[in-house]
């Protein structure tokens, strides 16, 4: 093996950071104090972050910053500050989720690589494509994926230059990532914004199975399936684990340099993976990889299993055996922690003391030496000599003025000594601020600094049409009946899985040319394939697509789409990413912003903007099987025909007493919905000004055990709200009885 693979570790503090560089990582990512995906972590200042970016590349280790949340309109300006910062700092990439953040760096600030987060759902080939068109240099892949869809991902990336990361080791999820809302609606903390609140981790009313966590699955470990990646191509093995400290992050990343040196050097894999168990854990499992999804994935306790696996090894059994093995353990860990104090506590991120001595004399340069940290010297020179003054000299306060820049995160400016500058001299202002930025220049070891950059607010173009319309969902054919009852467009959402060859969706856009294609957000493999032949068949006016792969594909082929609910698009700059790059003609705006939020998106020039004011609300979506631990299932592990014969239901109650419908769509994955609708004609009210489409979605998905409405009631009532008569508000909030626009009032 010659190929490089980069082993990538999470840094969610400082000493965490410095663990990771002494275990051996290629590469750490870690977050600021803001916009990241991680706020339970300690985090970074951006002092902390130049300081850990000098140390890690005196051993040869990158830096990339996690900005993987969803911007805000309002945020807009303080990311841009903070990219003109980052430009200059030495970071080695930025990881991303917000499609506008794509459209800023690219457009701006070009110097910097951008990583496409594993909050991006990355699961097939035109995502890749899709993802290189706006400029990500490097995907993670979704979590859910086996060895057999990883490598031709990988192929796929690397025809278009772009690199591949997996997840091998950490936690999972049990839904797919960036397509959970799970926390954001049960307790207003959003996983597209770095505070999820775990909920798939909470305990639950013992399910008809017995289980009382039936949403925690165990810990991923890919320790043994190394070669099966290497053969796939990958090209970085990630680690997850911002919310652990140093102890871990060390054990994990020491374990996995030897496990890959080993293979790197013989070919051969270590057997042991005992120090894996020695720190936290849910018990392992590989089984996403192997594409053998089993109920041993899960398990019935989301705390700590390393005691436990210590209990297993040693047979220990009474009592007393119990409490050896476990204070053994237990000193195993502080030894553990010990080494790793001792083996950090030299390694310094401080900033580096910084001394200017000025001097000169009449008719010789301006000469100005930099003292660094007491070990370093550098000296510029003016290009013309000094002058008599005709009144005051050069003065300290000028001087000073000029060059207190220095004093930032990487130095700290400690004096300005001017013993050797005799007095009454003078030399232009110009000169001195060639002088700053020559030392500049040398101070960042000779790189260029890039000059901030300002960006102006972006036009607020006027909508297409004044008056707002209506759209609606329907996902059976039993409704197409609906389409005689409104001159609302109507769409029609297309499963997640397909029988291939099978020609009955592409038969009924054929038949019923005013149903236009719904694309869901997850398509994997030959899902994905067929999805395609249903664009290049049926040739559809214009589509919805949550799916950004077969985005990529309408655009491919000219066929007009606008972005689907779940793009999780909050910013008129991700707007820009979609209309610029990938020709989209309008999105509908996260269900996830409030009001405010909402307010000051400003839409591109013929873009429409939609906004949906009815539907089931989703709190997660799954590869895995919901039904295996909660109503039971015969099959020991999920097959093919799963997806598209399968129509349980069922409900779980937390322990709060809340209930949510666990459902799914026949061709569907497993999903779980809350036990309201959400139902929010405030909005139409708010904004139709700025909407041109309301949207209402029909579908039984996600009703669970809700009681079933008269949808030409619900049409009609609803497109006399859009004609501003007031009463047909209280007559849907008669009809649907348990509902709640909480997200329109929270907000991110």
């Known amino acids: 093996m010659t190929r490089t693979l980069e082993l990538l ?6 000493n965490a950071i410095k663990a990771a560089i002494v275990a051996g990582a290629n590469a750490v990512y870690c977050g600021l104090d803001t916009f990241n995906a991680r706020n339970r972590a300690a985090n970074l200042s951006f002092d902390d972050l130049t300081g850990i970016i000098k140390l890690a590349h005196k051993y040869d280790c990158k830096i990339f910053l996690t900005l993987n949340v969803v911007i805000l309109e309002h945020e807009v300006v303080g990311i841009i500050k903070l990219l003109n910062r980052l430009v200059n700092s030495g970071v080695d990439g930025i990881i991303v989720q917000d499609l506008g953040l794509f459209n800023l760096v690219k457009k701006h600030f070009p110097s910097l690589d951008i990583h496409a987060s594993t909050q991006l759902t990355t699961h097939n080939e035109g995502q890749i494509q899709f993802l290189s068109t706006v400029g990500a240099t490097r995907v993670n892949l979704s979590r859910e994926l086996n060895l057999t869809e990883i490598k031709a991902l990988t192929k796929v990336a690397h025809d278009v230059d772009v690199l591949t990361e997996v997840f091998v080791h950490g936690a999972l999820c049990i839904a797919f990532s960036g397509q959970c809302y799970s926390s954001s609606v049960s307790v207003g903390n959003s996983g597209n914004r770095g505070r999820c609140s775990q909920a798939c981790r909470d305990e639950y009313e013992p399910t ?104 297993q090894k040693n047979n220990a059994i009474s009592v007393v055996q119990i409490q050896e093995t476990q204070q053994a353990l237990a000193e195993e860990k502080n030894e553990i922690g010990l080494l790793v104090d001792e083996k950090i506590k030299y390694l310094s991120i401080a900033k580096q003391n910084l001394v200017l001595h000025f001097s000169g004399k009449l008719g010789e340069p301006l000469t100005v030496t930099a003292l660094v940290a007491d070990d370093k010297k550098i000296i510029v020179q003016s290009s013309t000599n000094l002058t008599q003054a005709s009144e005051l000299g050069l003065d300290p306060a000028v001087i000073e003025k000029r060059f207190r820049s220095f004093n930032n995160s990487e130095y700290l400016l400690k004096s300005f000594n001017y ?33 901030a950059v300002e960006i102006p607010p972006l036009p607020d173009h006027a909508k297409v049409e004044e008056k707002p319309t209506m759209s609606l969902l329907i996902a059976d054919i039993k409704d197409l009946y609906l389409c005689d009852e409104t001159a609302a467009d109507v769409y029609f959402k297309l499963p997640e899985s397909f029988k291939v060859g099978d020609r009955k969706y592409i038969e009924l856009f054929l038949d019923n040319p005013r149903l236009i294609p719904w694309f869901p957000a997850v398509l994997i493999g030959k899902d994905y394939l067929e999805s395609v032949k249903v664009l290049e068949e049926v040739r ?39 209309q610029e790059d990938l020709n989209c003609k309008g999105a509908f705006i996260s269900n996830e912003i409030n009001r405010p939020q909402i307010r000051n998106i400003k839409r591109p020039a013929n873009f429409k903007l939609f906004y949906s004011i009815y539907h089931p609300i989703l709190m997660m979506t799954s590869r895995q099987c919901f039904f295996q631990q909660t109503v039971g299932c015969k099959k020991p592990s999920i097959e093919d025909g799963c997806m598209l014969k399968c129509e349980k239901a069922t ?9 949510f419908a666990v459902d799914k769509q026949k061709g569907g994955y497993p999903s779980i919905y809350n036990h309201e609708q959400f139902l929010n004609v405030e909005a139409v009210h708010d904004f139709s000004h700025l909407f041109d489409e309301f949207f209402i979605d029909l579908t039984d998905i996600g009703s669970g055990s809700k009681e079933k409405l008269d949808k030409v009631q619900l049409i009609h009532h609803f497109e006399n709200v859009l004609n501003g008569i007031e009463k047909s508000s209280v007559q849907l909030h008669k009809m649907v009885t348990v509902s709640t626009n909480a997200q329109y009032t929270q907000g991110l």
């Open 9 to 14: 570790a999470p840094g969610g503090d400082v």
């Open 208 to 311: 008809a199975m017995g289980n009382k966590f039936p949403l925690n699955l165990k810990d991923n470990s890919a320790y043994f399936d190394l070669p099966e990646l290497v053969d796939a191509g990958v090209d970085s093995l990630k680690i997850e684990g911002r919310i652990k400290g140093a102890q871990y992050v060390h054990t994990v990343v020491d374990s996995w340099r030897k496990q890959i040196d080993t293979f790197v050097e013989t070919g051969s894999l270590l057997d042991d993976d005992s120090n894996l168990y020695k720190v936290f854990n849910r018990d392992f499992t590989n089984l996403f990889l192997k594409g053998d999804m089993k109920k041993s994935m899960f398990t019935d306790n989301p705390r700590d299993h390393s005691f436990t696996h210590a209990n």
């Open 419 to 451: 013993e050797d500058l005799d007095p009454s001299l003078n030399i232009s202002f110009r000169e001195l601020t060639s002088l700053k930025n020559e030392l500049a220049l040398l101070l960042n070891d000779s790189v260029a600094i890039i000059p």
């Open 651 to 659: 409900s779980i109650t937390n322990v709060k007493g809340i209930s």
């Open 540 to 578: 559809p006016k214009r589509i919805v697509s949550n799916n950004t792969g077969i985005a990529y594909k309408a655009f491919e082929m000219g066929i007009d789409w606008v972005a689907g609910p779940f793009l999780n698009t909050t910013n008129s700059y991700a707007l820009l990413t979609l």
